[in-house]
């Protein structure tokens, strides 16, 4: 009954409301409930309300794996996934270019766990390979990446986690299930951060882990004793906002790359990194691995242009540290998510500061491309 995506975002996992028949799942806010056995304790904290596991099944049939659990925050998510599958003396392999927040995790607490880690010098298999050591566990890759949108080949990243019995994970945060389902070329564990596409309108904080039964078993064998569980009321907001998922971000999809289209031909913009130009160096295997090519997209401005002042000219898209909401929203990496980040390491990476991050919302494309035109002419443009 279940099959088409958009189907799975309105229907699947729904609760029945046998006692009022509302046409949506009612929230069940009880935090205590009937005892019935030791097998059989219902508590938020076990993943096990009724909207927990109603959300969670969303979530499984959205990324086409067994299992999900949803976690208070993208970060609870990726911290619980990683500390599940790692040990004292156990080493991970990370991609470089990694959410600032996963980055901080893994440099700020792992050394205190006695977690060893190593970061992969590029996205080739040859960089995932190099880093590789005999107490390797788990492989961690982030694809379309932050905030350069570089394209990490899964079935490369789950060949190799295959050669080395690791484990293997990605942060599908950026591309979303509407645009990629990692389980189908052999990922193991599938995160989000649900505060972005999922949730979708810049008002709820969330998390999920998607994955095969035996996987989510220990995520939250790990969970239930870390504790990062959301609330009730705020997985019933998750659940409503799913609903429009595919029809949101197809939307940020295409006004995505009608942007980088119309970033790519004017003067006053130097280069544009998306995954749908041809140029872009993953758009071969973006093309293979995606249904569509997201809704980020990141632009250096000409030397020309004077940055802050293109930033405050804009009158439509809102400067913000977040992304994926239904409304546009633009940030200068190097002023804020990156601003931590050491210079050299910047250039190494290829952040200049000149360049801007875009998360296309749902407007029409005259509006923003208007905005974007007059923003720019404040801002020095004399074109
Ligand atoms: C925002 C984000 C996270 C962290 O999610 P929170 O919900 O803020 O904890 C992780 N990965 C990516 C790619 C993100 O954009």
Same mark, same amino acid.
């Given at each position: 009954?279940?099959?088409?995506?958009?189907?799975?975002?309105?229907?699947?996992? !729904?609760?029945?409301?046998?006692?009022?028949?509302?046409?949506? =799942?009612? *929230?069940?806010?009880?935090?205590?409930?009937?005892?019935?056995?030791?097998?059989?304790?219902?508590?938020?904290?076990?993943?096990?309300?009724?909207?927990?596991?109603?959300?969670?099944?969303? *979530?499984?049939?959205?990324?086409?794996?067994?299992?999900?659990?949803?976690?208070? /925050?993208?970060?609870?998510?990726?911290?619980?996934?990683?500390?599940?599958?790692? $040990?004292?003396?156990?080493h991970v392999v990370l991609q470089r270019t990694?959410?600032?927040?996963?980055?901080?995790?893994?440099? !700020?607490?792992?050394?205190?766990?006695?977690?060893?880690y190593s970061f992969a010098g590029g996205l080739e298999k040859g960089d995932f390979e190099k880093a590789v050591q005999p %107490?390797t566990?788990?492989i961690y890759v982030?694809t379309?990446s932050?905030?350069?949108?570089g394209i990490t080949d899964l079935k490369m990243v789950a060949a190799v986690a295959r050669e080395h019995n690791l484990?293997s994970?990605?942060?599908?945060?950026?591309?979303?299930?509407?645009?990629? %389902?990692?389980?189908? &070329?052999?990922?193991?564990?599938?995160?989000? =951060?649900?505060?972005?596409?999922?949730?979708?309108?810049?008002?709820?904080?969330?998390?999920?882990?998607?994955? +095969?039964?035996?996987?989510?078993? @220990?995520?939250? $064998?790990?969970?239930?004793?870390?504790?990062?569980?959301?609330?009730?009321?705020?997985?019933?907001?998750?659940?409503?906002?799913?609903?429009?998922?595919?029809?949101?971000?197809?939307?940020?999809?295409?006004?995505? *790359? @009608?942007?980088?289209?119309?970033? @790519?031909?004017?003067?006053?913009? +130097?280069?544009? &990194?998306?995954?749908?130009?041809?140029?872009?160096p993953g758009?071969e295997i973006?093309?293979?691995?995606? %249904?569509?090519?997201?809704?980020? *997209?990141?632009?250096?401005?000409?030397?020309?242009?004077?940055?802050?002042?293109?930033?405050?000219?804009?009158?439509?898209? @809102?400067? +913000?540290?977040?992304?994926?909401?239904?409304? =546009?929203?633009?940030? /200068?990496?190097?002023?804020? $998510?990156?601003?931590?980040?050491?210079?050299?390491?910047?250039?190494q990476?290829?952040? $200049?500061?000149?360049?801007?991050?875009?998360?296309?919302?749902?407007?029409?494309?005259?509006?923003? &491309?208007?905005?974007?035109?007059?923003?720019?002419?404040?801002?020095?443009?004399?074109?």
């Open positions: 009954m279940i099959k088409g995506f958009n189907t799975i975002c309105t229907h699947a996992g !729904e609760l029945e409301d046998e006692q009022y028949k509302g046409a949506v =799942s009612p *929230l069940y806010m009880s935090s205590s409930y009937a005892y019935e056995g030791v097998e059989q304790k219902r508590y938020p904290r076990y993943f096990n309300t009724p909207n927990q596991e109603a959300i969670a099944k969303k *979530l499984a049939a959205l990324e086409q794996t067994a299992g999900a659990l949803v976690f208070g /925050s993208g970060m609870a998510a990726v911290s619980t996934a990683l500390l599940a599958f790692l $040990s004292k003396g156990d990694l959410y600032g927040g996963t980055f901080n995790l893994v440099v !700020e607490e792992f050394e205190k766990f006695g977690i060893e %107490n566990k788990v982030e379309p932050n905030p350069l949108l484990v994970m990605i942060d599908n945060t950026f591309a979303s299930p509407v645009n990629q %389902n990692p389980s189908q &070329f052999g990922i193991d564990i599938v995160i989000h =951060s649900a505060t972005k596409y999922l949730g979708g309108h810049s008002d709820i904080l969330a998390g999920a882990v998607c994955a +095969s039964d035996e996987h989510i078993e @220990k995520v939250f $064998s790990l969970g239930k004793n870390l504790g990062g569980n959301l609330s009730d009321y705020t997985v019933w907001l998750l659940e409503r906002s799913i609903k429009t998922l595919g029809l949101r971000v197809k939307a940020q999809n295409k006004n995505a *790359l @009608k942007m980088a289209k119309f970033l @790519k031909k004017h003067k006053a913009v +130097s280069r544009v &990194f998306y995954p749908g130009l041809k140029d872009h758009h973006a093309k293979e691995q995606m %249904n569509g090519f997201g809704g980020m *997209l990141s632009f250096e401005l000409d030397e020309a242009i004077d940055v802050s002042a293109f930033l405050e000219g804009l009158k439509l898209i @809102k400067p +913000s540290m977040s992304l994926a909401g239904v409304e =546009s929203t633009i940030l /200068s990496p190097a002023k804020t $998510s990156h601003a931590l980040v050491p210079a050299e390491e910047l250039e990476q290829g952040i $200049s500061d000149r360049l801007l991050r875009f998360s296309l919302g749902i407007e029409d494309k005259k509006d923003l &491309f208007g905005d974007i035109e007059q923003a720019l002419q404040e801002a020095g443009y004399k074109g």
